[in-house]
């Protein structure tokens, strides 16, 4: 399977960039309570901190708006994923557990303030880009409804766009029954790649000492914008 960033985005900014992990042989189930008490923790700090600081104002955030708003989508209508878990959170409306995949992707994503997407990838029908949507673009999403796309960013297969920092398709859900799966972090631009391979390996060490399996993370950039990896079954 080939992983790609489409030259357009590229051409709106040079700085993009995504990370991802590709895991193998992991078991997707409830959440220990470790990470459940971990989370809920993080949680009740965040609110705190955010009776401070508006969510708006939050390094990570406010960079992904501006991004957002570069590709022609509206920040204020279609708020990026990061941002509206975070919404939520200074609501004191907390996130409650789901299985162990989608809980570290909240985690994550709250922790690193930027969009994250997990997939199963045995879903996922030939190779992968990642582009910005048109007109014709979009999907059922986890949220129940159908999403338009158009001028936000989104990953497609040979079917048809499955995830986006927005909000992600039923039909490449990573579920129970997932083995294998890819990982996709929307990268603030301006971290150094350093930086951004650093926090790719904590994030894949920590999922993997939970759910076991293996992680390979990769890094995309404007200088080397394709992976290959080897496909689920």
């Not at 409306?93 to 994550?108: K, Q, R, T």
């Not at 999403?141 to 766009?161: H, M, P, Q, V």
């Not at 029954?177 to 904590?202: G, M, V």
Request: proline residues 4%.
């Amino acid at each position: 399977m080939k992983i790609s960033i489409d030259q357009s985005v590229f051409d709106v900014n040079t700085q993009f960039k995504i990370g991802i992990i590709h895991y193998t042989k992991i078991v997707v189930s409830e959440s220990p309570q470790m990470i459940k008490g971990r989370t809920r923790l993080y949680q009740e700090n965040l609110f705190l901190e955010l009776q401070e600081t508006p969510v708006t104002e939050r390094p990570g955030i406010a960079e992904w708006r501006k991004v957002w708003k570069s590709f022609g989508a509206d920040p204020n209508r279609y708020r990026h994923s990061a941002e509206s878990l975070m919404r939520r959170i200074a609501k004191e409306n907390y996130l409650e557990p789901f299985h162990l995949a989608v809980d570290l992707n909240n985690f994550f994503s709250l922790q690193y303030e930027n969009p994250i997407g997990i997939y199963d990838l045995s879903t996922i029908e030939g190779d992968v880009i990642i582009t910005v949507g048109d007109d014709d673009t979009g999907y059922e999403g986890l949220n129940g409804r159908y999403n338009s796309l158009k001028n936000i960013l989104c990953s497609k297969d040979e079917t048809s766009a499955f995830g986006s920092p927005f909000v992600d398709s039923k039909r490449t859900a990573v579920t129970e029954d997932t083995t294998n799966a890819i990982q996709l972090f929307y990268l603030r631009p301006s971290l150094a790649d350093d930086e951004c391979h650093a926090l790719l390996q904590a994030a894949g060490k920590m999922f993997c000492q939970v759910s076991g399996g293996d992680y390979n993370p990769f890094l995309l950039t404007v200088n080397d914008p394709t992976i290959f990896i080897q496909g689920g079954e």
